[in-house]
T-cell receptor, first 118, second 115 residues
Framework: AQKVTQAQTEISVVEKEDVTLDCVYE???????LFWYKQPPSGELVFLIR??????QNEISGRYSWNFQKSTSSFNFTITASQVVDSAVYFC???????????????FGEGTQLTVNP | NAGVTQTPKFQVLKTGQSMTLQCAQD?????MYWYRQDPGMGLRLIYY???????DKGEVPNGYNVSRLNKREFSLRLESAAPSQTSVYFC??????????????FGDGTRLSIL
């Protein structure tokens, strides 16, 4: 069975601090996909990034960066120079490889509530 | 620019009442999903439909039924609502994998309270 653990329930930082959100996953599949979603106070879920199990390159997008390490089954998310607008719940999620033209189910972590204070 | 549309946005039911949550997507996606979000538990998959004409159970299907009405619409029905079904319900859709799992696009959610 697949499992995603986000051990940090809540994190509070002051604006401009860097913050890392941890994600650890379990799966028996050799091919799988990892995702991060953001849920701002308005409640919608916003897709941030997808990573497949064969691509361990770290990725940077503006102030966001992701560190994928298969050896430790982790897919951590770092926000550099945090801003108040980054305040949200962040979810890490895992999916098995889907059959062609079929969907695939997401297993979510419990989420990390990030609060960035001015 | 609608994406995934859920109706209603809010609903209050009494125990034992029935209700259907509606979901429609205009992105020509093959796959659709229903999740529930409870405090401290992330999102859990209730049912999904990999393609039109198919539905499958997810992690927490008990007490729910679904209908994939056509490619655009995927409804979730509570036949006899229970207080334990108080939650925020999210519908999502995704494009065909084409060998790569596509991200799911989510609706804005339905807040359902059962008294």
């Amino acid at each position: 069975a697949q499992k995603v653990t986000q051990a940090q329930t809540e994190i509070s930082v002051v604006e401009k601090e860097d913050v890392t959100l941890d994600c650890v996953y379990e799966t028996r599949d050799t091919t799988y996909y990892l995702f991060w979603y953001k849920q701002p106070p308005s409640g919608e879920l916003v897709f941030l990034i997808r990573r497949n199990s064969f691509d361990e390159q770290n990725e940077i997008s503006g102030r966001y960066s992701w560190n994928f390490q298969k050896s430790t089954s982790s897919f951590n998310f770092t926000i550099t120079a945090s801003q108040v607008v980054d305040s949200a719940v962040y979810f890490c999620a895992l999916s098995e490889a889907g059959i062609r033209n079929s969907g695939s189910r997401l297993t979510f972590g419990e989420g990390t509530q990030l609060t960035v204070n001015p | 620019n609608a994406g995934v549309t859920q109706t209603p946005k809010f609903q209050v039911l009494k125990t034992g009442q029935s209700m259907t949550l509606q979901c429609a997507q205009d992105m020509n996606h093959n796959s659709m999903y229903w999740y529930r979000q409870d405090p401290g538990m992330g999102l859990r998959l209730i049912y999904y439909s990999a393609s039109e004409g198919t539905t499958d159970k997810g992690e927490v299907p008990n007490g729910y039924n679904v209908s994939r009405l056509n490619k655009r619409e995927f409804s979730l029905r509570l036949e006899s609502a229970a207080p334990s079904q108080t939650s925020v319900y999210f519908c999502a859709s995704s494009a065909p994998t084409g060998g790569v799992n596509q991200p799911q696009h989510f609706g804005d959610g339905t807040r359902l309270s059962i008294l």
